[in-house]
C-alpha cells in the first residue's frame, strides 16, 4: 500500500479524504464533552456522598476519558487528518462465588479496553495503509472480545435471575425490603439500561471496524453520534439517576461477610447491614 499522502485539509486533500470521512461536528462535539463532564461531576457528589469509592473512581475514569475523547474530535474539526490529536440475594443462589464474578469480568475488560486503546494508538500515528489496517485489527480484536465478555456477562445475569425465582427459600431473609424497594429495582434497571446502550455501542463499532477505514458506515458522523455517543451517554446517566449508593440505601459500601445457618449448615452470604447496625446489635 501506499502511503498515506495527505496531512491536512487543502487541495487534493478533503475532509472526506481523511480517515474519518468527515470533520467532526464541533456543536455535537461540544454538546457530548460537556454531557461527559457533568456526568464526571455527578458521579464525584454521588461517589462522595455515598462512599461508593471503586464505583466512583471506574466511572469517573469512563466519564473523563469520554471528555477527552470530544475534545480530540473539536481539535480535529479543521484537520480531521490528524487523528493523533486526539449482592443481595444470598450468595448461595449463585453458581460461582460473587468475588470471581468481578475477577473474570474486569480482567476482559483490561484485555479488551488495552486491545482497543493499543489499537487506537496504532492507528492514530499511522503513515501507512497498513499500519493503520493494524491498528484497525487491533481495535476490532478488543470489541469482539468486549462483545463476547458481554453475552457471557448477561448469560450468567439471566441465569442468577432464574435462580432467584427457582430457589425463593434460599434468599436472605434480612434484605427483604431492600429488594422491594423502588430504590433497588431503579438500579437494576439502570444497569440493564447501561448494558444495553454499552453492548449496543459495541457491535456498530465492530460492524463499522470490520468494513475498514474506507466503508461508508465509518465515514459517516450521524450514526457513530447515535450509535456511539447517545449510547454511552444514556449508560452513564442511568447510573446518576439510579446510583447505586441510592439503590442499596447507602449501604453499599458496607459488606460484609457473616456465617448464618440455613438447614443446619453454615453458609457465608453477604450481608449489607451497617456496620454501625451490626456493631449496635452485638
Not at 79 to 85: E, H, I, K, Q, V
Not at 156 to 174: E, H, L, M, T
Amino acid at each position: 500500500m501506499a502511503d498515506i499522502p495527505c496531512k491536512q485539509i487543502g487541495p487534493g486533500c478533503p475532509s472526506d479524504g481523511s480517515p474519518l470521512g468527515y470533520a467532526p461536528s464541533v456543536a455535537a462535539s461540544v454538546i457530548f464533552m460537556g454531557l461527559f463532564g457533568l456526568s464526571s461531576v455527578g458521579h464525584l457528589v454521588l461517589g462522595w456522598k455515598y462512599k461508593t469509592w471503586t464505583f466512583m473512581i471506574a466511572m469517573l475514569l469512563g466519564s473523563s476519558s469520554e471528555v477527552v475523547g470530544y475534545l480530540g474530535r473539536i481539535l480535529m474539526h479543521n484537520n480531521p487528518y490528524r487523528l493523533s490529536t486526539v449482592i443481595v440475594y444470598g450468595e448461595e443462589v449463585s453458581r460461582v462465588r460473587p468475588v470471581w464474578y468481578t475477577r473474570f469480568f474486569i480482567n476482559c475488560d483490561i484485555i479488551s479496553l488495552s486491545l482497543q486503546g493499543a489499537g487506537g494508538g496504532v492507528a492514530s500515528s499511522a503513515t501507512k495503509q497498513s499500519t493503520m489496517e493494524l491498528g484497525n485489527h487491533l481495535m476490532l480484536a478488543g470489541l469482539i472480545i468486549q462483545i463476547i465478555s458481554l453475552i457471557f456477562f448477561a448469560i450468567a445475569c439471566i441465569d442468577f435471575a432464574i435462580r432467584v425465582r427457582r430457589y425463593q427459600s434460599w434468599k436472605n431473609p434480612g434484605f427483604k425490603k431492600l429488594r422491594a424497594s423502588t430504590r433497588f429495582k431503579g438500579f437494576l434497571w439502570a444497569l440493564i439500561v447501561s448494558f444495553m446502550t454499552i453492548f449496543t455501542r459495541c457491535v456498530y463499532r465492530v460492524i463499522e471496524l470490520g468494513g475498514g477505514w474506507n466503508n461508508k458506515l465509518m465515514r459517516e458522523e450521524t450514526p457513530f453520534i447515535i450509535l456511539e455517543s447517545c449510547m454511552i451517554t444514556v449508560a452513564v446517566f442511568a447510573l446518576i439517576f439510579f446510583h447505586p449508593g441510592f439503590g442499596f440505601q447507602n449501604k453499599f459500601n458496607n459488606l460484609e461477610y457473616e456465617p448464618v445457618s440455613s438447614s443446619g449448615a453454615s453458609k457465608e452470604v453477604i450481608s449489607l447491614m451497617a456496620v454501625e447496625q451490626l456493631r449496635s446489635s452485638s
